[in-house]
């Protein structure tokens, strides 16, 4: 049974850091690439964030590109997001998710975590 738990959500204040992580079980981590997507209320979901199999290439939204950093370790079967810099409009459930190929559109995963809630106050 795949599992992914994020973890690393929580409150912060607009300019602070989060690292969020998302621990694997029951795939063949390395086999999958691995994304980071989010929801806010009332609009959809939107990519943050893939990396490749072997983290060796990385994708992120426009939104996020400079402030955002993906990464794995597969032998930890644990894949992160540094965020810096956050934002209110950063404010979202962030989810990780898992693919056979690092793509940006949801559709793509068959693998989702539950989510982990991140809220940046102005």
């Known amino acids: 049974q795949v599992q992914l738990v994020e973890s690393g959500g929580g409150l912060v204040q607009a300019g602070d850091s989060l690292r969020l992580s998302c621990a694997a079980s029951?795939?063949?981590?390395?086999?999958?690439?691995m994304a980071w997507f989010r929801q806010a209320p009332g609009k959809e979901r939107e990519f943050v964030a893939s990396?490749?199999?072997?983290?060796?290439?990385?994708y992120y939204a426009e939104s996020v590109k400079g402030r955002f950093t993906i990464s794995r370790d597969n032998i930890k079967m644990t894949m992160y997001v540094q965020m810096n810099s956050l934002k209110p409009e950063d404010t979202a459930v962030y989810s990780c998710?898992?693919?056979?190929?690092?793509?940006?559109?949801?559709?793509?995963?068959?693998?989702w975590g539950q989510g982990t809630q991140v809220t940046v106050s102005s």
């Open positions: 029951g795939l063949a981590f390395s086999t999958y690439a």
């Open positions: 990396i490749t199999r072997t983290g060796g290439s990385t």
């Open positions: 998710a898992a693919s056979g190929v690092a793509l940006i559109r949801a559709s793509a995963y068959p693998f």
